[in-house]
């Protein structure tokens, strides 16, 4: 049963509210869909697998997998092919949830009732929370990312995403335990008509800041200007004018991660710096 939406931290003083003796955090709708993280997946086994494959403890958490627990199974399966070792936990706040996937639970698998505490001995290397604090109030996610940054291992990552119901379009933050150090945007080519269409599916600490003024708009608007201008490679296909497209914003100075193997991909990352919001 979703529950009314309850402040996660004090509303004046900003205190996490972490010291009840329960789960920190709220019952969601949990909608789900197979295969729907399979573009965040997909980066995290690629320019991210050396965290895991360098982790003293390969610890990974899918934090509010939802009403099914496909997702944290291809998680796993999918890491598992980067670290054999890897043990991946489910991690839910509606009991009933978990007691449907401990079913199919095995060696490397498991699913627990928790929230945002991350309530598993260690400290995760990776812990992926897909399509939840888009449920919160923006006041709260900084305090959020905050309890859960406290919880990651050495070069640990957290990632707040968003995504469609079929993963045609995704986007996420990525956070160390210090501070937000990028945001990604994976696309399905044909699943939009300007790239910035996929500012509907911003994060929660980015989504109302789609507006002039604010660094992400400006992202947003340079996409669009650079994928029209890109349009005579239209003839040669999606990947080659998203390619150009991305070239053109890391020529414009635009902090551009990663290259050319991801960009034809229909993904995107770019410094934190690129879309912080205004103070």
């Excluded at 958490?61 to 997702?71: E, K, N, R």
């Excluded at 639970?105 to 888009?134: H, K, M, T, Y």
């Excluded at 650079?226 to 990947?239: C, I, V």
């Excluded at 390619?243 to 020529?251: F, G, P, Q, R, V």
Aim: net charge positive; proline share 8%; with cysteine.
């Amino acid at each position: 049963m979703v529950q009314k939406a309850e402040r996660v931290t004090h509303p004046i003083t900003g205190v996490s509210r972490a010291n009840r003796g329960r789960p920190v955090g709220n019952v969601t709708r949990g909608t789900t869909n197979p295969n729907r993280m399979r573009r965040l997946d997909r980066w995290l086994a690629g320019p991210q697998a050396w965290r895991l494959r360098s982790a003293a403890d390969p610890l990974v958490v899918d934090l509010g997998y939802g009403a099914s627990p496909a997702t944290a199974v291809e998680l796993f399966e999918r890491l598992a092919a980067v670290r054999p070792d890897v043990r991946v936990c489910g991690i839910e706040i509606e009991p009933d949830r978990v007691l449907a996937a401990k079913a199919l639970e095995r060696p490397g698998l498991s699913f627990l009732v928790g929230g945002f505490e991350l309530p598993v001995p260690g400290r995760p290397i990776l812990v992926r929370a897909f399509n939840v604090l888009r449920q919160y109030e923006e006041a709260d996610v900084p305090g959020i990312w905050r309890l859960v940054q406290d919880r990651l291992a050495p070069d640990g990552l957290f990632i707040d995403g968003t995504c469609d119901e079929i993963g045609r379009r995704v986007t996420w933050i990525a956070l160390d335990a210090a501070r937000p150090l990028t945001l990604s945007m994976s696309v399905r080519f044909g699943s939009f008509q300007l790239p910035s269409d996929v500012a509907e599916r911003l994060p929660k600490a980015l989504i109302h800041r789609n507006v002039p003024g604010e660094r992400v708009h400006g992202l947003l608007q340079a996409m669009d200007k650079a994928w029209l201008e890109s349009a005579p490679l239209a003839s040669f296909g999606n990947r080659q004018r998203w390619t150009a497209m991305c070239s053109t914003l890391l020529d414009g100075g635009w902090p551009v991660h990663d290259g050319p193997s991801r960009w034809r991909l229909g993904e995107l990352t770019v410094g934190w710096e690129a879309v912080a919001p205004e103070a």
